[in-house]
Protein backbone atom coordinates (compact mmCIF):
# COMPACT_ATOMS: atom_id res chain seq x y z
CA UNK A 1 0.00 0.00 0.00
CA UNK A 2 1.38 3.55 -1.19
CA UNK A 3 1.11 6.27 1.76
CA UNK A 4 2.48 10.03 0.92
CA UNK A 5 6.17 10.23 1.89
CA UNK A 6 7.85 13.08 3.76
CA UNK A 7 10.99 13.97 2.65
CA UNK A 8 13.97 14.90 5.22
CA UNK A 9 15.66 17.28 5.69
CA UNK A 10 18.72 16.34 4.00
CA UNK A 11 16.63 15.24 1.00
CA UNK A 12 14.69 18.71 0.82
CA UNK A 13 18.59 19.99 0.46
CA UNK A 14 19.34 17.90 -2.05
CA UNK A 15 16.36 18.59 -4.12
CA UNK A 16 16.61 22.06 -3.96
CA UNK A 17 20.33 21.87 -5.16
CA UNK A 18 18.88 20.17 -7.98
CA UNK A 19 15.79 22.17 -8.56
CA UNK A 20 18.35 25.58 -8.34
CA UNK A 21 20.61 24.45 -11.24
CA UNK A 22 16.98 24.67 -13.13
CA UNK A 23 15.81 28.04 -11.80
CA UNK A 24 19.29 29.54 -12.38
CA UNK A 25 18.65 28.73 -15.82
CA UNK A 26 15.60 30.47 -16.28
CA UNK A 27 13.03 27.79 -15.33
CA UNK A 28 9.52 28.59 -13.32
CA UNK A 29 9.50 27.35 -9.91
CA UNK A 30 7.30 24.82 -9.42
CA UNK A 31 5.41 22.98 -6.34
CA UNK A 32 7.38 19.11 -5.94
CA UNK A 33 5.49 16.12 -7.40
CA UNK A 34 3.21 13.73 -4.93
CA UNK A 35 5.79 11.40 -3.48
CA UNK A 36 4.47 8.34 -2.19
CA UNK A 37 6.40 5.21 -0.79
CA UNK A 38 5.40 1.12 -0.58
CA UNK A 39 6.70 -1.69 0.62
CA UNK A 40 5.08 -4.08 -0.98
CA UNK A 41 6.84 -5.26 -4.14
CA UNK A 42 6.18 -3.72 -7.34
CA UNK A 43 3.04 -5.16 -9.62
CA UNK A 44 3.15 -6.84 -11.97
CA UNK A 45 1.85 -4.65 -14.50
CA UNK A 46 4.37 -1.88 -13.55
CA UNK A 47 7.13 -4.47 -14.47
CA UNK A 48 5.59 -5.48 -17.59
CA UNK A 49 5.46 -1.71 -19.41
CA UNK A 50 8.64 -1.47 -17.82
CA UNK A 51 9.89 -4.75 -20.07
CA UNK A 52 7.94 -3.45 -23.22
CA UNK A 53 9.87 0.18 -22.89
CA UNK A 54 13.37 -1.47 -22.65
CA UNK A 55 13.24 -4.86 -24.53
CA UNK A 56 14.32 -7.28 -22.09
CA UNK A 57 13.57 -10.23 -20.44
CA UNK A 58 12.74 -10.03 -16.17
CA UNK A 59 15.79 -12.12 -16.35
CA UNK A 60 17.96 -9.62 -17.83
CA UNK A 61 16.91 -6.87 -14.96
CA UNK A 62 18.09 -9.46 -11.63
CA UNK A 63 20.41 -7.97 -9.79
CA UNK A 64 23.39 -10.67 -10.21
CA UNK A 65 23.72 -10.65 -6.12
CA UNK A 66 20.37 -12.28 -5.86
CA UNK A 67 20.46 -14.69 -8.71
CA UNK A 68 20.72 -17.18 -6.34
CA UNK A 69 17.71 -15.82 -4.43
CA UNK A 70 15.08 -16.26 -7.24
CA UNK A 71 16.36 -19.89 -8.12
CA UNK A 72 15.23 -20.41 -4.25
CA UNK A 73 11.89 -19.13 -4.26
CA UNK A 74 9.38 -21.74 -4.53
CA UNK A 75 6.71 -19.90 -4.45
CA UNK A 76 7.15 -18.08 -7.16
CA UNK A 77 3.59 -17.66 -8.35
CA UNK A 78 3.29 -15.48 -11.53
CA UNK A 79 7.10 -14.94 -11.27
CA UNK A 80 5.60 -11.92 -9.07
CA UNK A 81 8.96 -12.53 -6.41
CA UNK A 82 10.90 -12.61 -9.26
CA UNK A 83 10.34 -8.52 -9.52
CA UNK A 84 11.65 -7.94 -6.11
CA UNK A 85 14.92 -8.42 -7.40
CA UNK A 86 14.87 -5.99 -10.01
CA UNK A 87 17.49 -3.49 -9.48
CA UNK A 88 16.75 -0.50 -11.84
CA UNK A 89 13.15 -0.38 -9.58
CA UNK A 90 13.75 1.28 -6.18
CA UNK A 91 11.56 3.87 -7.20
CA UNK A 92 9.08 4.87 -10.46
CA UNK A 93 7.65 8.48 -12.00
CA UNK A 94 4.94 8.08 -13.35
CA UNK A 95 4.14 10.74 -15.96
CA UNK A 96 0.30 10.33 -16.31
CA UNK A 97 -0.08 12.01 -12.56
CA UNK A 98 2.99 13.84 -12.47
CA UNK A 99 3.82 11.20 -9.09
CA UNK A 100 6.76 9.32 -7.63
CA UNK A 101 7.01 6.67 -5.49
CA UNK A 102 9.67 4.84 -3.85
CA UNK A 103 9.69 1.12 -3.09
CA UNK A 104 11.33 1.29 0.29
CA UNK A 105 11.94 -2.26 1.09
CA UNK A 106 13.40 -2.91 -2.10
CA UNK A 107 16.08 0.16 -1.66
CA UNK A 108 16.53 -1.59 1.26
CA UNK A 109 16.86 -5.21 0.16
CA UNK A 110 19.17 -3.19 -2.70
CA UNK A 111 21.58 -0.69 -0.04
CA UNK A 112 22.39 -4.48 1.58
CA UNK A 113 23.82 -6.22 -1.76
CA UNK A 114 25.30 -2.68 -3.01
CA UNK A 115 27.23 -2.52 0.74
CA UNK A 116 25.89 1.18 0.88
CA UNK A 117 23.70 3.01 3.25
CA UNK A 118 19.96 3.06 2.93
CA UNK A 119 19.55 6.38 3.55
CA UNK A 120 22.34 7.60 0.56
CA UNK A 121 20.95 4.90 -1.82
CA UNK A 122 17.05 6.14 -1.25
CA UNK A 123 18.48 9.82 -1.55
CA UNK A 124 20.14 8.74 -5.24
CA UNK A 125 16.96 6.66 -6.18
CA UNK A 126 14.73 9.86 -5.17
CA UNK A 127 16.83 12.58 -7.18
CA UNK A 128 16.42 10.16 -10.06
CA UNK A 129 13.08 10.17 -10.25
CA UNK A 130 12.76 13.69 -9.46
CA UNK A 131 14.84 14.30 -12.22
CA UNK A 132 12.39 12.67 -14.32
CA UNK A 133 9.91 15.26 -13.19
CA UNK A 134 12.22 17.83 -14.07
CA UNK A 135 12.44 16.90 -17.62
CA UNK A 136 8.73 16.39 -18.08
CA UNK A 137 6.91 19.19 -16.04
CA UNK A 138 9.46 21.60 -15.34
CA UNK A 139 8.14 24.89 -17.28
CA UNK A 140 10.50 27.45 -19.06
CA UNK A 141 8.79 29.83 -21.31
CA UNK A 142 5.55 28.55 -19.58
CA UNK A 143 6.33 24.91 -21.66
CA UNK A 144 6.94 21.98 -20.38
CA UNK A 145 7.45 18.47 -22.37
CA UNK A 146 4.45 17.76 -24.03
CA UNK A 147 3.11 14.05 -22.92
CA UNK A 148 2.63 12.35 -26.15
CA UNK A 149 6.34 14.18 -27.33
CA UNK A 150 7.68 13.10 -23.55
CA UNK A 151 6.37 9.56 -23.77
CA UNK A 152 7.83 9.31 -27.56
CA UNK A 153 11.12 9.79 -26.37
CA UNK A 154 13.88 6.61 -26.23
CA UNK A 155 14.11 4.99 -22.78
CA UNK A 156 17.62 5.86 -23.17
CA UNK A 157 17.12 9.66 -23.14
CA UNK A 158 15.04 9.10 -20.45
CA UNK A 159 16.81 7.42 -17.52
CA UNK A 160 20.21 9.34 -19.67
CA UNK A 161 18.86 12.80 -18.60
CA UNK A 162 17.63 11.40 -14.88
CA UNK A 163 20.99 9.87 -14.56
CA UNK A 164 22.78 12.92 -15.54
CA UNK A 165 20.52 15.25 -13.12
CA UNK A 166 21.47 12.60 -10.28
CA UNK A 167 24.90 12.93 -10.90
CA UNK A 168 24.69 16.51 -11.19
CA UNK A 169 23.96 16.88 -7.48
CA UNK A 170 25.77 13.81 -5.90
CA UNK A 171 29.34 13.83 -7.95
CA UNK A 172 30.92 16.41 -4.96
CA UNK A 173 29.34 14.31 -2.17
CA UNK A 174 31.40 11.34 -1.46
CA UNK A 175 28.46 8.97 -0.09
CA UNK A 176 26.26 9.70 -2.33
CA UNK A 177 28.66 9.28 -5.62
CA UNK A 178 29.70 5.74 -4.03
CA UNK A 179 25.65 4.51 -3.51
CA UNK A 180 25.45 5.99 -6.94
CA UNK A 181 28.80 4.19 -8.57
CA UNK A 182 27.58 1.18 -6.71
CA UNK A 183 24.00 1.10 -8.06
CA UNK A 184 24.55 2.00 -11.75
CA UNK A 185 27.44 -0.72 -12.02
CA UNK A 186 24.48 -3.24 -11.84
CA UNK A 187 22.22 -1.69 -14.14
CA UNK A 188 21.63 -2.14 -17.85
CA UNK A 189 22.55 0.04 -20.50
CA UNK A 190 20.14 2.39 -20.71
CA UNK A 191 21.28 3.87 -17.27
CA UNK A 192 24.95 3.57 -18.51
CA UNK A 193 24.37 6.35 -21.53
CA UNK A 194 25.10 9.45 -19.18
CA UNK A 195 28.50 8.67 -18.98
CA UNK A 196 28.60 9.93 -22.85
CA UNK A 197 26.81 13.00 -22.09
CA UNK A 198 28.43 14.42 -19.10
CA UNK A 199 28.83 18.11 -21.05
CA UNK A 200 25.57 18.11 -22.35
CA UNK A 201 23.75 21.54 -21.15
CA UNK A 202 19.98 22.45 -20.10
CA UNK A 203 19.97 23.90 -23.51
CA UNK A 204 20.30 20.51 -25.25
CA UNK A 205 17.17 19.19 -23.27
CA UNK A 206 15.14 22.10 -24.32
CA UNK A 207 15.50 21.57 -28.32
CA UNK A 208 15.14 17.68 -26.98
CA UNK A 209 11.60 18.18 -25.26
CA UNK A 210 10.22 19.77 -28.83
CA UNK A 211 10.99 16.52 -31.26
CA UNK A 212 9.28 14.01 -32.38
CA UNK A 213 10.75 10.45 -30.59
CA UNK A 214 14.00 11.83 -29.84
CA UNK A 215 16.24 8.99 -29.17
CA UNK A 216 20.54 8.56 -28.51
CA UNK A 217 21.28 9.44 -31.75
CA UNK A 218 19.04 12.30 -31.64
CA UNK A 219 20.84 13.46 -28.41
CA UNK A 220 24.21 13.41 -29.99
CA UNK A 221 23.05 15.41 -32.81
CA UNK A 222 21.52 18.03 -30.60
CA UNK A 223 24.47 18.32 -28.67
CA UNK A 224 26.64 18.33 -31.70
CA UNK A 225 24.36 21.50 -32.72
CA UNK A 226 24.18 23.21 -29.29
CA UNK A 227 28.17 23.24 -28.89
CA UNK A 228 28.75 24.25 -32.36
CA UNK A 229 26.31 27.24 -32.07
CA UNK A 230 26.44 28.44 -28.37
CA UNK A 231 25.26 31.42 -29.29
CA UNK A 232 21.70 30.74 -31.37
CA UNK A 233 18.41 30.27 -29.65
CA UNK A 234 16.79 27.23 -29.25
CA UNK A 235 14.56 28.08 -32.25
CA UNK A 236 17.52 28.23 -33.88
CA UNK A 237 18.85 25.23 -33.29
CA UNK A 238 15.69 23.28 -34.10
CA UNK A 239 15.28 24.52 -37.11
CA UNK A 240 19.39 23.27 -37.80
CA UNK A 241 17.81 19.92 -37.23
CA UNK A 242 14.39 19.99 -38.32
CA UNK A 243 15.22 21.43 -41.82
CA UNK A 244 14.09 25.17 -42.45
CA UNK A 245 10.53 24.30 -43.60
CA UNK A 246 9.39 22.45 -40.66
CA UNK A 247 11.76 25.10 -38.49
CA UNK A 248 9.18 27.96 -39.53
CA UNK A 249 6.23 26.33 -38.18
CA UNK A 250 7.59 25.92 -34.55
CA UNK A 251 5.59 27.80 -31.85
CA UNK A 252 8.62 28.48 -29.78
CA UNK A 253 9.89 31.12 -28.02
CA UNK A 254 13.67 32.65 -28.69
Not at 3 to 16: D, G, S, V
Not at 170 to 198: G, T
Request: hydrophobic fraction near 35%; charged fraction near 25%.
Amino acid sequence: METPYRLTYQEKALTNILLSIFYYNGFEKRKLPKIFESDELITIEIVNEWIKKTGLSPDDLIFPHNKDNVANDQDDKDNIKKYKYVIELLGMYFPATQSITLYTKRIEEAAKGLNVSTDALRQVVLLHEIGHWITHKLHYNRQCWEIAKYNSASTEVHEGWAQLLAWWVVKNISKLKRAFDRLNKEQIQQYHVWVEFKHSTIKSLLVLRELESPTKTTWESCDKHVAQNPEKSIHSILIIMRGENTGRELNIAN
